[in-house]
């Protein structure tokens, strides 16, 4: 499965950095708003090992086995979106687990999984899409499950 998406994220506060789990195999195109592009990074081992204690054991393993990526957001620019934009290629013969951040035709609901800052509050963080497939329009709706300093997306299918 080939997944190329958008993913835009309201919060209501400056921040200077974001973290988001992806699968090994996706890639990050570009992230930003508008015309102006943040810079990424990795997440250090001592950033990693901090965020493990604070997760359960499922959360860890969502941890070890996702590429962590790190957005760094201007000081200067304040803005209440930030546009994620990846692509990549993802067997999901792999793993049972459907918390990749892509909209895949196999499951009607999956999961995407953000670290926030522990001072990070999140208002509204959603989008709505209709995806053709098979000549059926499917609507999918972001909602926010908040736990910790973690923030969880999911998507429901309708028809």
Same mark, same amino acid.
């Given at each position: /499965?080939?997944?190329?998406?958008?993913?835009?994220i309201h919060?209501?506060? &400056? =921040?200077?950095?974001?973290? #988001? #789990?992806?699968?090994?195999?996706? !890639?990050?195109?570009?992230?930003?708003?508008? !015309?102006?592009? #943040?810079?990424?990074?990795? /997440? $250090? /081992? &001592?950033?990693?090992?901090?965020?493990?204690?604070?997760?359960?054991?499922?959360?860890?393993?969502?941890?070890?086995?996702?590429?962590?990526?790190?957005?760094?957001?201007?000081? $200067?620019?304040?803005?209440?979106?930030?546009?994620?934009?990846?692509?990549?290629?993802?067997?999901?013969?792999?793993?049972?687990?459907?918390?990749?951040?892509?909209?895949?035709?196999?499951?009607?609901? #999956? &999961?995407? %999984? /953000?670290?926030?800052?522990?001072?990070?509050?999140?208002?509204?963080?959603? %989008?709505?899409?209709l995806e053709?497939?098979?000549?059926?329009?499917?609507?999918y709706q972001?909602?926010?499950?908040?736990?910790?300093?973690?923030?969880?997306?999911? =998507? !429901?299918?309708?028809?």
């Amino acid at each position: /499965m080939t997944a190329v998406d958008t993913l835009s994220i309201h919060y209501e506060k &400056n =921040v200077d950095r974001v973290y #988001f #789990f992806l699968h090994k195999s996706l !890639h990050v195109e570009r992230v930003g708003v508008g !015309h102006q592009d #943040f810079r990424l990074g990795e /997440m $250090s /081992m &001592n950033e990693v090992q901090q965020i493990c204690q604070q997760l359960d054991s499922n959360w860890r393993q969502i941890v070890e086995k996702s590429q962590i990526v790190v957005v760094y957001i201007p000081k $200067s620019l304040y803005s209440e979106w930030i546009e994620v934009r990846y692509r990549g290629t993802i067997d999901l013969t792999e793993s049972p687990l459907a918390w990749y951040p892509v909209l895949p035709d196999v499951y009607s609901t #999956f &999961n995407l %999984t /953000m670290l926030l800052p522990c001072d990070y509050h999140v208002s509204t963080l959603g %989008t709505l899409r209709l995806e053709e497939a098979d000549d059926v329009w499917r609507l999918y709706q972001w909602e926010v499950n908040q736990q910790h300093s973690c923030c969880q997306l999911r =998507v !429901h299918e309708s028809h």
